[in-house]
């Protein structure tokens, strides 16, 4: 049976967890915060560029046209660095295993723990990116120029993106995409004016149009990263402060009934002198 001590012992652990998990549900509640500002303005022009892209594809795509279609598929797996966000990562790289087992590729890790997966499991990455809790436009550019350089050698025929796709704080569901596909565009009967020259818009639209699909893509991850982080600080803190609070419950209960044991001892030795 616990004494007093020992549940005093643990009051003080879990008062420690009590701390740090407020700590980290703070700072993922500012991150979760700013993430969900940029992700909401990049939406909207990230919006824009995908009509774009609709209205004129098979031009857009004829940048990246396949030089060698006998080439892997490449599968772009983006997580999360950090571990402290539930089943956030693992849902998605079973969801991606399932995939690479069956279909085979290449991969490009994207994320701590993504890196840690493919070593874990034997799965030579083409390249490995981390990027900051909030990424920066910069950081995705290079992965996209990576990815471009692959394309142009011949090295791969196609690239999907493998992230969890952000559908409300609570919830994030793991989804492959292709980057890019090899569909017809819309009917489009206007004729623009290219300055300077047709090919060098085409070109210079294409690349800015995917890597904002990219971008947006890692933005997502970023966001359902730390709204998952955040839902398990949140639990872990309000589990602390239930067990901190039994077993404050339970110190006083121990120390009450010793208490009430010692007044009976005394008072006994008081009837005991009484009597004599």
């Not at 643990?10 to 700013?34: D, E, G, H, P």
């Not at 399932?98 to 499991?121: H, Q």
């Not at 982080?229 to 419950?249: F, G, H, I, N, P």
Request: charged share 25%; with cysteine.
């Amino acid at each position: 049976m616990a004494t007093v001590q020992s549940l005093k012992k643990k009051l003080q652990t879990i008062r420690s967890t009590s701390k740090v998990t407020r700590a980290m549900k703070t700072a993922s509640t500012v991150k979760y915060s700013k993430l969900s500002g940029i992700y909401a303005e990049y939406e909207k022009y990230a919006g824009e560029y995908l009509h774009l892209y609709e209205t004129y594809r098979s031009e857009f795509n004829s940048v990246f046209s396949c030089s060698n279609p006998d080439a892997p598929c490449c599968y772009v797996v983006i997580t999360s660095n950090k571990g402290m966000c539930g089943s956030f990562n693992t849902e998605l790289l079973s969801f991606f295993h399932e995939i690479y087992e069956k279909d085979g590729g290449v991969a490009i890790s994207c994320g701590k723990k993504a890196a840690d997966y493919f070593e874990r499991k034997g799965i030579k990455a083409q390249k490995a990116f981390v990027f900051d809790d909030i990424p920066s436009y910069e950081q995705v550019a290079e992965l996209f120029g990576y990815i471009c350089a692959l394309m142009e050698k011949g090295e791969i025929s196609s690239v999907k993106t493998v992230y969890p796709g952000y559908i409300n704080m609570m919830k994030q569901r793991p989804v492959c995409h292709d980057l890019f596909t090899y569909e017809e565009g819309m009917a489009n009967d206007e004729a623009p004016l290219f300055v300077p020259d047709r090919e060098t818009v085409i070109k210079k639209t294409a690349e800015k149009i995917l890597l904002s699909v990219l971008y947006k893509r890692v933005l997502e991850t970023s966001l359902g990263a730390q709204a998952a982080t955040l839902t398990a600080m949140r639990a872990a803190y309000d589990t602390a402060c239930e067990y901190s609070a039994k077993l404050e419950t339970e110190m006083n209960r121990k120390r009450q009934s010793q208490v009430t044991a010692d007044v009976i001892e005394i008072s006994s030795e008081f009837s005991m002198k009484g009597d004599i």
